[in-house]
């Protein structure tokens, strides 16, 4: 498993073959939810952009209508951080200025967060106890795989942060 650590003034970190895959893919459907799938009546469109004002439906549209388009943007660019940092499919080095961990460490956020919201990740889960009991019913399920890759998320996420906060 891949993990960050600061290298010369970069944040670096190897990825298998299998890890590109899996980021490229999360880092696509981000985009895709984000522009082709963009629908706010989907729970994960409102989780990544939550209402401003939420007693408040006309003052929600109000901003919403003033900084949605650039909040999208960001998002996507983000995500495209990732696409653009990323090896072929064959894996290897990923190689970050702090610009591009902050924005990785954005659109991992944002992974994340859509990735919760679909598996009914709360507060209180205990993703172990999750996995465990996802494995326990059908070993071989998506819902496996993707918990699995909600914490590879998570531990990527911190792996970079800690390389971060460990520069100051």
Do not use: C
């Not at 984000?34 to 706010?40: I, S």
């Not at 989907?42 to 952009?49: A, Q, S, T």
């Amino acid at each position: 498993m891949s993990m960050f650590r600061r290298q010369a003034g970069r944040y670096v970190a190897t990825f298998a073959v299998d890890e590109v895959r899996v980021l490229r893919k999360v880092a696509n459907e981000v985009v895709g939810l984000l522009t082709d799938g963009f629908d706010h009546t989907d729970p994960v469109v409102d989780r990544l952009f939550p209402a401003a004002y939420p007693e408040d439906t006309a003052s929600t549209a109000e901003f919403r209508r003033y900084t949605e388009g650039d909040l999208k943007t960001a998002k996507i660019d983000q995500a495209g951080a990732i696409l653009a940092a990323l090896p072929d499919e064959a894996g290897g080095e990923v190689r970050l200025d702090a610009e591009a961990a902050e924005a990785w460490l954005r659109a991992l956020n944002d992974a994340r967060l859509a990735m919760g919201v679909r598996l009914e990740i709360k507060d209180g889960t205990d993703l172990g106890e999750e996995l465990d009991d996802a494995v326990t019913e059908d070993p071989g399920s998506s819902r496996v795989f993707q918990l699995s890759v909600y914490a590879y998320l998570g531990y990527l996420q911190e792996s970079l942060l800690n390389a971060l906060i460990d520069e100051a």
